[in-house]
């Protein structure tokens, strides 16, 4: 009987939407760059942390995942830079995801801020994003509205080396603001950073029911839908909200 309920759960995995699909998630910074610092909390250990911790969820789910970094270090490591490390380290996570080709990638980081009042989960895409890009920072940013209160809403207004160059629909998710005291806390509870986790995991699946088309060539070759209405098979702009 428990095998028999084994069997029926791992088949339902492989019917969601998430399933078979390739996502890549890049925790932010990492080695010499700590990113920022506040509330006893390093962001690049916060980014390592719930990346691991997502990446879990999103296996549960049926999904691949890769991710750029799975220890405290940036990609650059001993190897020769040109010029700016930083600049250097953000050329090599573009490089890899052009080597790989998920279906998409995320970008992960926790958020700063000079007053401490600010707070709550953002999702950023760059500012002449369109299309696929644009649908998947909508899904995760009402997923995360409906995970935890935040007043946050889809930032379309930056232009960030990583959201303009690499070659896949793309978003940035601040999971909270670390110079918050509250929120530095609650980042600091593994059951939060689940209730995170299970927000991005259902803001993915709205993306692909979204997109159903869309895919990388490490989920498979790239196809949009005979006739779609956009590239990807995606809409043109944002997809109305979705329950997770």
């Known amino acids: 009987m428990i095998q028999a309920a084994a069997i029926l759960l791992a088949g339902a995995a492989t019917l969601g939407p998430l399933a078979g699909r390739t996502v890549m998630l890049d925790p932010g910074h990492g080695g010499k760059d700590g990113g920022t610092r506040a509330n006893g909390i390093v962001e690049k250990d916060l980014n390592l942390t719930f990346a691991l911790e997502l990446e879990s969820v999103l296996r549960e789910r049926g999904a691949r995942v890769i991710l750029t970094r799975r220890g405290d270090h940036d990609l650059v490591g001993d190897g020769p830079t040109h010029g700016n490390r930083q600049r250097e380290n953000l050329r090599r996570r ?39 890009s644009v649908a998947l920072g909508q899904c995760l940013m009402d997923a995360l509205r409906r995970a935890s209160p935040t007043p946050r ?36 509870d593994p059951g939060y950073r689940r209730v995170l986790a299970g927000a991005v995991a259902d803001g993915l ?22 006739g779609g209405p956009g590239p990807w098979g995606c809409p043109a702009g944002p997809p109305p909200p979705r329950p997770g």
């Open 205 to 226: 699946a709205c993306y692909f029911r979204a997109c159903p088309s869309a895919r990388g060539r490490a989920g498979g070759s790239p196809s949009a839908s005979a």
């Open 94 to 132: 573009v490089a890899l995801a052009r080597q790989l080709m998920p279906d998409v990638y995320l970008s992960l980081h926790g958020n700063f801020y000079g007053t401490p009042q600010a707070h709550g989960a953002q999702v950023f895409v760059d500012r002449d994003a369109t299309g696929p």
């Open 153 to 188: 809403r889809l930032n379309r207004g930056i232009a960030h080396y990583l959201l303009r160059n690499l070659p896949v629909p793309t978003a940035t998710v601040e999971i909270g603001f670390l110079s918050n005291p509250r929120e530095a806390r609650a980042l600091s």
